[in-house]
């Protein structure tokens, strides 16, 4: 199963983006989907996700307040990462994953994830 994540790019700080994941192969508007993001020369880490049993929502710390995830109102197979107020921090690679079933709930662990995602760049500098 692949997933595709795309919508990265170059940005300011204060700046702000929408990525994307959307897969051809599984429903993704039930289907519990995470995010991770790896910044140069560090590990990945997880940074939300959103439950396909009920739709609740996560966010890692370093993320709460500004990142947004949802899945999308007309376009129900793709899960969305509003980000806002973007600092150099952030600039990492961006990855969806997806658990093996639809109803197993959120993770922090990459471990608990199946199906992941190419990853899309983020980057945020002057």
């Known amino acids: 199963v692949q997933l595709q994540a795309f919508g990265g790019g170059s940005v300011q700080p204060g700046g702000y983006l929408k990525i994307s994941c959307a897969s051809s192969e599984i429903a993704l508007h039930d289907h519990t989907i995470g995010w991770f993001r790896q910044a140069p020369g560090k590990a990945r880490e997880w940074i939300t996700c959103?439950?396909?049993?009920?739709?609740?929502?996560?966010y890692s710390d370093s993320v709460k307040g500004r990142f947004k995830i949802s899945r999308e109102k007309y376009k129900p197979e793709e899960v969305y990462v509003q980000i806002n107020d973007l600092t150099p921090e952030d600039t990492a690679v961006y990855y969806c994953?997806?658990?093996?079933?639809?109803?197993?709930?959120?993770?922090?662990?990459?471990?608990?994830?199946?199906?992941w995602g190419q990853g899309t760049q983020v980057t945020v500098s002057s």
């Open positions: 994953a997806a658990p093996k079933f639809w109803y197993i709930d959120c993770s922090e662990l990459e471990s608990d994830y199946e199906y």
């Open positions: 959103i439950s396909g049993s009920d739709g609740g929502t996560h």
